[in-house]
């Protein structure tokens, strides 16, 4: 039971959301947020979509605010890694693709 919730961080990327919520609960640290109870969005002034705010007990904050910085890091090396992979790629063709539309120009 979370006796003195406090706000962990406010997500706009259910998917995100969701994985930072498996990763406190991972540590042992009981985490909440306002979609647990309707499953639904919010829409914030100026018309910006929040999936979720996501809360835990006021004495488990240093250590969720460390598996949030993980968690913040790590999304942020798998992009670097993504992109770095995507230059360093090579074109993939579909030889086949290419070969029917030339006969079919034929």
Same mark, same amino acid.
């Given at each position: 039971?979370?006796?003195?919730?406090?706000? %962990?961080? @406010? %997500?706009?990327?259910?998917?995100s959301? /969701?994985?930072?919520?498996?990763?406190?609960? /991972?540590?042992?640290?009981?985490?909440?947020?306002?979609?647990?109870?309707?499953? @639904?969005?919010?829409?914030?002034?100026?018309?910006?979509?929040?999936?979720?705010?996501?809360?835990?007990?006021? *004495?488990?904050?240093?250590?969720?605010? @460390?598996?949030?910085? /993980?968690? %913040?890091?790590?999304? *942020?090396?798998?992009?670097?890694?993504?992109y770095?992979?995507?230059?360093?790629?090579?074109?993939?063709?579909?030889?086949?693709?290419? /070969?029917?539309?030339?006969?079919?120009?034929?």
């Amino acid at each position: 039971i979370i006796n003195t919730p406090v706000l %962990l961080a @406010t %997500l706009d990327d259910v998917v995100s959301a /969701e994985i930072l919520k498996d990763l406190l609960t /991972e540590a042992g640290i009981l985490s909440s947020s306002d979609s647990d109870a309707d499953g @639904t969005m919010k829409v914030t002034f100026g018309g910006s979509f929040v999936a979720e705010d996501i809360y835990v007990d006021e *004495q488990d904050l240093d250590a969720a605010n @460390t598996v949030y910085d /993980e968690f %913040l890091n790590s999304e *942020q090396q798998f992009d670097e890694e993504f992109y770095e992979d995507f230059l360093n790629s090579e074109p993939q063709f579909d030889e086949e693709f290419f /070969e029917d539309a030339e006969n079919e120009n034929e």
